[in-house]
């Protein structure tokens, strides 16, 4: 007893020596202390209720004594930051990064050794990182283990994709904390490349909603030159613990000092939207690395893709098989298999119809040697029936660019080596966007999707791609951070389960009410939208494949998923067959003033209002899960002295997405800012809605 007594008086003296810090408005409480033993510990309140419970911090690290305990505080610093931004392409034209930082510098008894964490507490939650300062003793370590913990108060509905080092292509599931060891199995589906590292093992970010209606999120911020860190639940005491994607050797990190490690979030908020709208993540990312942007601009594609994808044509030019090396292989003298996608005649074809309905871009797969074999790509030489130079410049003489495909088929090393060239060879011709893609297992050999190599991988890309101002989409890449603050060129990225999924037997319908509170906290996905032909079968017989959607939530999704990159993924001949609904996809922008977050529930619902960049007119989007959605809509966010032409496409009145998708209905009425709208997304729909002011 009297031991018990003694251990809580020393734990009270650590707490009453606590370091706190508040949020901009109050709501959010830091609270930062060393144990009894100088462990770090940090805590998490919002209005007064605690969200992270105290939590341990630190690293467990190899050959020298570990960073998580024997700490004293040397000293603390707070400080007040209050800005505005401007991004090059965003949701909003102007983004305010205003938080309360506490500082504390930390010094370990036995070794001399110094590290400092930094929290950043804003209104809608905690950002912190590890910084190791330059220091005699500590010039170079390897980190065993994050020791990062996020303990939740209980056992929260959740969220989450399983855990893997090699693949974000999961379905959420929705469950409770202590569901995820009995569900984890069959939540881990079929992948190219996949390494699921734990029964317990979830990715960020990680959304969950306690009993009491709080939404909390766990994520990370600018993740560079370090590993990325997934998430691993001790489900008997509902204790997260960050676990980072080793190396080949098993080692989680080689650390040349000084170093700041990327910052751990915390978003907390008792309104789901505020989520959504928080630009938590991006405000921790450092400032445009970039002096001149303005060869950066938004894009609005169409592409020689899903044609693959769904089965009816293929990105291999013959079916013969290739055992030469390629640089030996003569294509001309193959025997062509007929149904290769990325031929002259099909890729003007699509020039055409990208010229006709205002795109900026065709997306051509399939157009370089190598897809026979999977291996050893060049990214310079096309294939016969691809003539590079004729094709861009009859693309460029109707105003529209190609865009380039780089698939490594996961050979990163090969295609660092090969990255310069293929990056002049896209000068020359006029492209400046490339889709890259690292579906399988990647070499260097051992090396996972998401370790420290691959990060810094990925990354290289981006900045070699900004000296020759190209625009980059990666697609199997890690998922992303907010560093697209930083390299705006960084303009898409797949990082999660995309539309394909769609041709490969389906994603659950409520999937697109998710991603905005997951994926996207990142940074915007190139989730390729707008599959009007829900059935895919109507596209290739052979394919019995259908989306998980209405068709009018094809069209919400170009507002609810936002993305400076937007595809419209669909054959043209589909959107030939629903021209009327394909014209919202035409109108829609991909570039913001203003966004208004109407209404969320993840899992549920997301309607959002976006105002356009350069216009008054707003567009409106509406996801829904299985069970559909009514709304009861204030357009009070619109210009109180104009008026507007709504057009609403909408879910039909016996739409639904499984028997009847593709029933819609296309209605017009004026409205004001007074006005109130009654709308109802059908089971697995949504509707779009067009606000264009009237002169
Ligand atoms: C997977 C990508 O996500 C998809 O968009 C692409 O078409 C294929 N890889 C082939 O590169
Ligand atoms: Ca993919």
Redesign the pocket.
């Known amino acids: 007893m009297r031991k018990i007594l003694l251990f809580a008086a020393i734990t009270m003296v650590q707490w009453l020596m606590a370091q706190q810090q508040q949020s901009p408005n109050g709501e959010v409480m830091l609270t930062f202390a060393l144990t009894a033993e100088g462990a770090p510990t940090y805590r998490v309140d919002y209005k007064h209720k605690p969200v992270i419970k105290e939590s341990r911090m630190g690293f467990a690290l190899k050959n020298i004594e570990s960073f998580d305990r024997g700490f004293t505080v040397v000293d603390t610093k707070t400080t007040t930051f209050d800005e505005t931004w401007q991004p090059v392409w965003g949701e909003e034209s102007h983004i305010r990064n205003h938080y309360n930082e506490l500082a504390v510098r930390l010094r370990q008894k036995n070794t001399g050794r110094e590290m400092l964490i930094r929290f950043r507490v804003y209104d809608e939650g905690v950002g912190f990182r590890y910084e190791f300062p330059r220091q005699a003793e500590l010039k170079y370590f390897v980190i065993k283990e994050e020791l990062t913990e996020f303990a939740m108060t209980g056992d929260y509905k959740a969220w989450w994709i399983a855990g893997d080092y090699d693949t974000q292509e999961y379905d959420y599931t929705e469950s409770r904390l202590s569901q995820i060891r009995t569900l984890h199995d069959k939540a881990v589906t079929p992948n190219a490349s996949q390494t699921p590292f734990s029964p317990t093992g979830v990715q960020t970010a990680l959304m969950m909603k306690t009993d009491n209606g709080l939404y909390i999120n766990l994520h990370e911020a600018a993740l560079v030159d370090f590993p990325c860190m997934s998430l691993n639940l001790d489900d008997k005491k509902m204790v997260f613990q960050a676990w980072l994607t080793p190396d080949p050797r098993g080692d989680k990190g080689d650390i040349h000092t000084p170093f700041s490690t990327p910052w751990r979030t915390v978003m907390v908020s008792d309104d789901a939207r505020n989520i959504l709208a928080s630009r938590l993540i991006l405000n921790l990312n450092e400032p445009c690395a970039l002096k001149d942007t303005s060869w950066i601009h938004p894009i609005k594609y169409v592409g020689v893709?899903w044609e693959?994808?769904t089965g009816k044509s293929t990105?291999a030019y013959t079916d013969e098989l290739l055992l030469e090396p390629l640089n030996k292989v003569d294509y001309t003298k193959l025997k062509p298999n007929g149904r290769h996608g990325a031929n002259n005649d099909n890729v003007r074809r699509y020039i055409d119809f990208a010229a006709k309905h205002g795109f900026d871009q065709v997306l051509v797969?399939g157009w370089n040697i190598g897809w026979e074999n999977w291996h050893d790509y060049d990214f310079v030489t096309s294939y016969p029936d691809f003539d590079l130079k004729a094709l861009n410049d009859y693309a460029h003489s109707k105003g529209i660019k190609l865009m380039m495909?780089h698939?490594t088929s996961g050979e990163a090393g090969n295609y660092e080596r090969r990255l310069s060239d293929a990056y002049k060879l896209m000068k020359v011709y006029g492209y400046d966007a490339v889709k890259s893609?690292y579906?399988g297992d990647l070499t260097p050999r051992g090396e996972y999707h998401y370790s420290q190599w691959a990060v810094g991988h990925y990354l290289y890309a981006i900045k070699e791609a900004a000296k020759h101002h190209l625009m980059v989409n990666a697609?199997?890449a890690v998922r992303p951070t907010g560093l697209c603050r930083t390299y705006p060129n960084l303009i898409g990225n797949?990082a999660a389960r995309?539309t394909?999924f769609e041709a490969f037997g389906g994603s659950k319908p409520f999937h697109t009410t998710i991603l905005p509170f997951t994926r996207l906290q990142g940074g915007p996905m190139d989730y390729t939208p707008g599959i009007l032909e829900t059935q895919v079968w109507y596209t290739n017989p052979d394919n019995k494949s259908w989306a998980r959607s209405t068709l009018a939530k094809q069209l919400a999704l170009y507002v609810t998923m936002y993305s400076p990159l937007q595809m419209a993924a669909d054959l043209p001949e589909n959107y030939e067959k629903f021209a009327d609904a394909f014209q919202f996809i035409k109108d829609v922008p991909v570039d913001w003033q203003k966004s208004v977050y109407l209404e969320a529930e993840p899992g549920q619902y997301i309607t959002i209002a976006r105002k356009d960049k350069h216009s008054d007119d707003w567009y409106i989007g509406n996801t829904s899960n299985e069970n559909g959605h009514s709304s009861q809509l204030s357009l009070s966010f619109l210009d109180k002295s104009k008026k507007y032409e709504a057009t609403i496409y909408a879910d039909a009145a016996n739409a639904d997405y499984e028997h009847n998708p593709k029933a819609y209905t296309i209605t017009k009425q004026k409205v004001t800012s007074k006005s109130k709208l009654k709308l109802r997304a059908a089971k697995g729909g949504g509707y779009a809605i067009a606000l264009r002011v009237m002169r």
């Open positions: 893709w693959m994808i990105w797969e495909h698939e893609g579906v697609h199997e797949e995309g394909e």
